[in-house]
């Protein structure tokens, strides 16, 4: 079975731009949850989306957005980007109830440099 | 607020030897705690959980026992193998579906 997939693989843009990443779960999981991990750090929790509805929310500014589809794939939109927004961009994928207490399935990431 | 702080590394050990992993937190209510680990060149995945107090969470050798009192979740092995090189996070989950990492410590393991 195919794991979390996320595209782009890589990513430059300049300051000021906006940029969407994609993520499509493993078949059969509804809930998605995005992290940024900047080089050198742990994680950080950005958003978790289940069946649609947002579900948690790190601590983010508002230029980051997302959303989730009815085939459960999600989208993170970054507008007006900043140097700081430089970093590997983790989605992650679970089963059930929507609480990122269950087990988490992440994909490879896309790394996003910004110029 | 919530934070979690873990030993920093690199931990360089010789196959066979004894792992410990600090782990502590800082947490309003009653937290979730993780260890997640990434392999080289593979995604983050989880380890091991534990969601109330005193439970011990366990996989693949690894153990990690959830101490309310010390605000503790040390990861622990007896016996590590080559193949356990790789980066550790410790994690916290709140009552309000935050998670909270670590920044992870590199291990590894020589023959």
């Known amino acids: 079975d195919a794991g979390v997939t996320q595209s782009p693989t890589h990513l430059i843009k300049t300051r000021g731009q906006h940029v969407t990443l994609r993520c499509s779960p493993i078949?059969?999981?509804?809930?998605v949850s995005w992290y940024q991990q900047v080089l050198g750090q742990g994680p950080q929790f950005i958003f978790q989306?289940?069946?649609?509805?947002?579900?948690g929310r790190g601590n983010f500014p508002d230029r980051f957005s997302a959303r989730q589809f009815p085939n459960y794939s999600s989208e993170l939109n970054v507008n007006a980007l900043l140097l700081g927004d430089s970093a590997l961009y983790l989605c992650?994928?679970?089963?059930?109830?929507?609480?990122?207490?269950?087990?988490?399935?992440f994909g490879p990431g896309t790394r996003l440099t910004v110029l | 607020g919530n934070s979690v702080t873990q030993m920093e590394g690199p931990v360089t050990l010789s196959e066979e030897a004894f792992l410990t992993i600090n782990c502590t937190y800082t947490a309003t209510g009653y937290p979730s705690l993780f260890w997640y680990v990434q392999y080289p060149g593979e995604g983050l995945q989880l380890l091991l959980k534990?969601?109330?107090?005193?439970d011990k969470g366990s996989n693949k050798g690894f153990e990690a026992t959830y101490r309310k009192e010390t605000t503790s979740f040390h990861l622990e092995k007896g016996s590590v193998q080559v193949s356990d090189s790789a980066v550790y996070f410790c994690a916290l989950l709140t009552g309000a579906n935050n998670l909270f990492f670590g920044t992870g410590t590199r291990l590894t393991v020589i023959p």
């Open positions: 534990a969601t109330k107090a005193d």
């Open positions: 989306y289940y069946e649609k509805e947002e579900r």
């Open positions: 078949s059969g999981h509804k809930s």
């Open positions: 992650a994928s679970s089963t059930s109830s929507g609480h990122l207490v269950d087990t988490q399935y």
